[in-house]
């Protein structure tokens, strides 16, 4: 048996997400599809990060095993004849048998997009989040700072979350605003389920001066999800890279 790693990109609008699912469409389904179209082997495909329904990617992390003797390279090319127009894998390589696209992360970087303007986007109307309020980037740029660090990060889960260990280390958290568009990007060595998403309505309520300055230090205090914002659309969110101990 072989391990081939894949880089995948991938528009989520019309999946429930990565995650395959009984009664829905998923990106993981598309690819297994795929995979077993080419090589005639039903595989399952592990993802590193299971986006909700909405989310976007562009370094999805995942891997696969096979028999097949096709080229590792080739995978890619082969694959894309197959996938529909809205999933692309950009790489394709054979990986040790002991890597895993999931547990063998060492962190991931996410960026949300925000279209802060009276009127919406209308190319970016599936990738960014609209607001129709200005907002005070500089304001949001102090609050990310808190951010930074190792923190347990217990408020920042949405509920039904059951992660047991909750202690996170956010190495990045930058704002970039270029006229009405405001990119938020996070890196750091994992995230809660939602976690990005709530940072990314904390930081515009903080922008719009309806959450005082220190949201993200009382949350991480009170371990209080009510310290925080609201959640911000899935569509605004995209999964960047996912870190392996190679590229440290």
Avoid: C
């Avoid at 802060?116 to 990738?127: D, E, I, Y």
């Avoid at 719009?208 to 220190?214: A, C, D, R, V």
């Amino acid at each position: 048996m072989r391990r081939i790693h894949l880089i995948v990109e991938y528009d989520g609008t019309n999946y429930a997400g990565w995650q395959r699912q009984s009664n829905a469409m998923t990106v993981q389904e598309k690819l297994e599809i795929a995979i077993q179209r080419l090589t005639g082997e039903a595989v399952n495909v592990s993802g590193a990060s299971r986006t909700d329904a909405g989310v976007h990617a562009l370094g999805q992390s995942a891997h696969f095993d096979t028999e097949s003797r096709i080229p590792a390279d080739k995978f890619s090319f082969a694959l894309n004849t197959m996938l529909p127009p809205d999933i692309r894998v950009t790489k394709s390589e054979e990986v040790s048998p002991e890597f895993h696209s999931r547990f063998s992360g060492k962190g991931k970087r996410y960026r949300y997009l925000i279209h802060a303007a009276p009127h919406a986007s209308a190319l970016g109307r599936l990738t960014h989040a609209h607001v129709i309020y200005p907002l005070d980037v500089a304001r949001m740029r102090a609050e990310a700072q808190d951010l930074i660090g190792t923190h347990d990060f217990a408020a920042f889960a949405a509920s039904g979350s059951v992660v047991r260990d909750t202690v996170r280390t956010i190495w990045r958290a930058e704002l970039r605003q270029d006229g009405p568009e405001i990119e938020l990007t996070v890196e750091g060595s994992g995230f809660l389920y939602n976690m990005v998403r709530i940072i990314a309505g904390t930081l515009i309520g903080v922008g719009s001066g309806k959450l005082e300055p220190g949201a993200f230090k009382r949350a991480i205090e009170s371990g209080n999800r009510l310290d925080l914002g609201i959640t911000a659309p899935a569509h605004g969110l995209t999964l960047m890279e996912v870190f392996y101990e190679e590229q440290s």
